[in-house]
Each structure stands twice: as structure tokens, then as C-alpha cells.
């Protein structure tokens, strides 16, 4: 019954190849969150969806593409991927005003 | 656009001592506020929220907030601190009908046995 799941947990490959993320959420929210959390901690949010609209759109290399099929899905694909990538991504969602839930991050590890 | 500001990146206490965690908050609207937890290897879990209404809020493991729109604070405490409570502290705020949510730079609580 995982509220928010996020696949792989762990993903390591090398310079300038592609990959994705894949996020689930069941708790029914309209809005989904994708995070970047850096070696020092710091949470930086990236992207944004509403009912599969994308809303938040911070400064990210547009190497990063977020899609979002429906409402219980949002995943992030990169491209070309660079040294800097490497860090941990986080999904997320809420409904409203509610607390954010999060799912269990993905650990991109870039060689 | 809204921000926090957490005062001390790493606070250390004893078990038994109280944790005061800092949290300043930046909005030009009434904001919303949180503090989550995150474990080692783990996501971010929340403890608690303050919206509207009471300006004290407790949260999950006997940690408690209280929202000072003087002071555009929202500290976190804990009278006595357990082992188990080492952790990354993150203070979070969003505005109603804005669905960005800002993180502090986080605090890393250390318990001393």
C-alpha cells in the first residue's frame, strides 16, 4: 500500500547516456513534485504537474524532460546525462494545501 | 516568491536536552507551514503543519511548532531529546493557491548519549 513509489531506488550509469525515473502515486492528488536533492542536503524543487499540467518549471537543464500521463504518474527522463546529475531525486504529491508526500527517492549515480 | 531561511546547518544536544530547531520563513501572504524528518537513506516524512488556526501545532514524536507571524518563525522543539531523534530537520513553505512548496537548506540534529 506504498503511497508514493519511485523506481528504480538505485541507478548508476555513465556519462552521456539516457535515463529515466518512473513515479506512481495512489492517494489520488492532483499535483506531483519532482525534487533534486544534492550531496549537501538541499532540496531543489524541479518540476511541477497539476492533473497533468505542468506548472512549475524551475531553471533545469532541458535535458531534463518531465512527463506526466495522468494524474497518478509522473516520470522524469534525462538526457545526455553529465557528472553534476548525479544526486538524489525525489517524487512527491499533494492535494491542496496538504503536506507533501514523498516517495523514497532514486539514487542517480553518474561515472 | 515565498523562502526559509534555517538558522545552523548541524545542532548537537545531549539525550534529555531540549531541541530548538530555527526556521524563518519569508511570504508576502499568509503562509503555510512544515517540518520534515528525514532518516538516513530515507524520504522526507512530515512531523507536522501549521495552515491556520492555532499558532502552537505538535506534531509526531513529541515534537511541537509554534507559527510567530511577528517574528516570521516557526521554530521547532523538543523537550527532551531521544537517541532515535538524530536526523535531517527541513522547515517547508507554501502559499495557498500556489503549489510550490520551498525547503530550508535543512538542520542536522546530532543526539549525544
Known amino acids: 500500500d506504498t503511497a508514493v513509489s519511485q523506481t528504480p531506488k538505485y541507478l548508476v550509469t555513465q556519462m552521456g547516456n539516457d535515463k529515466s525515473i518512473k513515479c506512481e502515486q495512489n492517494l489520488g492528488h492532483d499535483t506531483m513534485y519532482w525534487y533534486k536533492q544534492d550531496s549537501k542536503k538541499f532540496l531543489k524543487i524541479m518540476f511541477s504537474?497539476?492533473?497533468?499540467?505542468?506548472?512549475i518549471n524551475e531553471t533545469v537543464p532541458n535535458r531534463f524532460s518531465p512527463k506526466s500521463p495522468d494524474k497518478a504518474h509522473l516520470n522524469l527522463h534525462i538526457n545526455s546525462l553529465e557528472l553534476g546529475d548525479s544526486a538524489v531525486y525525489f517524487c512527491a504529491s499533494r492535494q491542496g494545501n496538504s503536506p507533501l508526500h514523498f516517495g523514497n527517492g532514486t539514487r542517480l549515480t553518474v561515472t | 516568491a515565498q523562502s526559509v531561511t534555517q538558522l545552523g546547518s548541524h545542532v548537537s544536544v545531549s539525550e534529555g536536552a531540549l531541541v530548538l530547531l530555527r526556521c524563518n520563513y519569508s511570504?508576502?501572504?499568509?503562509?503555510?507551514l512544515f517540518w520534515y524528518v528525514q532518516y538516513p537513506n530515507q524520504g522526507l516524512q512530515l512531523l507536522l503543519k501549521?495552515?491556520?488556526?492555532?499558532?502552537l501545532v505538535k506534531g509526531i514524536n513529541g515534537f511541537e511548532a509554534e507559527f510567530k507571524k511577528s517574528e516570521t518563525s516557526f521554530h521547532l522543539t523538543k523537550p527532551s531529546a531521544h537517541m532515535s531523534d538524530a536526523a535531517e530537520y527541513f522547515c517547508?513553505?507554501?502559499?495557498?493557491?500556489?503549489?510550490?512548496?520551498?525547503f530550508g537548506a535543512g538542520t542536522r540534529l546530532t543526539v549525544k548519549p
Open positions: 504537474y497539476n492533473n497533468k499540467e505542468l506548472i
Open positions: 517547508a513553505v507554501s502559499v495557498g493557491g500556489n503549489n510550490d512548496m520551498r
Open positions: 511570504s508576502s501572504v499568509p503562509p503555510y
Open positions: 501549521y495552515t491556520t488556526g492555532a499558532t
